[in-house]
């Protein structure tokens, strides 16, 4: 029997190569989707040994595609096929919930027949040469050229901006210095679901984008403003990882929150950065600890983002 492999998977073998060749360390497999909720899915990747693609989220309006998020560049193509084979019908827009390349590098495969929306500081840092730290392991390091036009936001979001597909409402609201200084997280009302991209990193302390304008202490504020647009029955989807209930945002929140005032009380007894990292959390908030973002390096983003605000 000869072994067929569907064109998405074919399609994938060559997004690997493709991510080699940008110098990636880590290996992505395949995308698929998953259903979360009537019209609304995830089309995300995954390997044999995590899942550690991001996610984008994709709403059916009913004769159109709404996503938030458009995956790194060399996955994007595999993405929208595997869109288009759960309903082969245009994407009226997809929004950047902020400019790392897993969610804005496959701009340029949707920009086509989508609307590519983002915040004013996503499209700044994306039109010029730009560089970050920590976005696979604390210290990595990772310099971007300028976007080309095509893969460039096409209309840009202040605070708050409302966009409609199918009678279906999306509002796409700002979430100042947070996860970035471009984050923005969209509220879904006809789904009762929303998207926050990274501003939560499920089971994790969160990265912070510390040279691209993010603050803990803007994140902790953001954490509030998304539990503010949602109920009980409310389905959160981030950037990464499975859905969660409100629930689930609560309990990070508070995780993001007490870890702030606990630092911020031992800075006022004098206590320096290498002696709170020393002391460490207390017991409760140390199992958030992940590859990604260390209890130590969580330490350091407060402090950082403590002294940006007081000077």
């Known amino acids: 029997m000869k072994l067929k492999l569907k064109p998405i998977l074919i399609a994938s073998f060559v997004a690997l190569i493709a991510l080699a060749g940008l110098g990636y360390v880590f290996i992505i497999g395949f995308v698929s989707s998953t259903p979360v909720k009537d019209g609304v899915f995830t089309i995300h990747s995954e390997n044999p040994l995590s899942r550690i693609g991001a996610n984008i989220v994709a709403f059916n309006t009913g004769s159109k595609w709404v996503l938030v998020d458009t995956h790194l560049g060399p996955l994007a193509g595999c993405a929208k096929a595997e869109i ?27 920009t086509d027949e989508a609307n590519i929306v983002a915040h004013n500081n996503t499209h700044a840092v994306l039109s010029a040469r730009h560089a970050a730290t920590g976005l696979t392991a604390p210290g990595s390091t990772h310099s971007y050229e300028a976007v080309d036009a095509v893969g460039l936001p096409e209309t840009l979001v202040g605070e708050r901006a409302s966009y409609s597909a199918d009678g279906k409402n999306f509002l796409a609201i700002h979430a100042p210095a947070a996860h970035t200084g471009g984050d923005l ?3 879904a009302p006809d789904f009762n679901t929303v998207v926050v991209g990274d501003l939560i990193w499920p089971g994790g302390f969160p990265f912070i984008d510390l040279q691209n304008g993010g603050s803990a202490l803007g994140l902790a504020a953001a954490l509030e ?38 630092v911020q009380e031992q800075r006022a007894k004098g206590l320096t950065l290498s002696e709170i990292q020393a002391q460490g959390l207390p017991p409760k908030w140390q199992n958030w600890a992940s590859g990604l973002v260390p209890e130590q390096e969580w330490v350091r983003m407060i402090i950082v983002s403590i002294d940006d605000t007081t000077g």
Request: net charge negative; charged share 10%; no cysteine.
């Open 84 to 110: 288009k084979n759960i309903a082969n019908q245009p994407v009226a827009l997809a929004f950047n919930s902020h400019w790392h390349p897993d969610h804005s590098g496959g701009n340029a495969t949707f």
């Open 185 to 187: 997280f969209v509220f």
């Open 225 to 262: 403003a998304i539990l503010t647009n949602s109920d009980a029955n409310t389905l959160f989807i981030a950037g990464h990882g499975e859905p969660m209930t409100r629930g689930d945002v609560q309990a990070y929140a508070d995780m993001v929150r007490g870890t702030i005032i606990f």
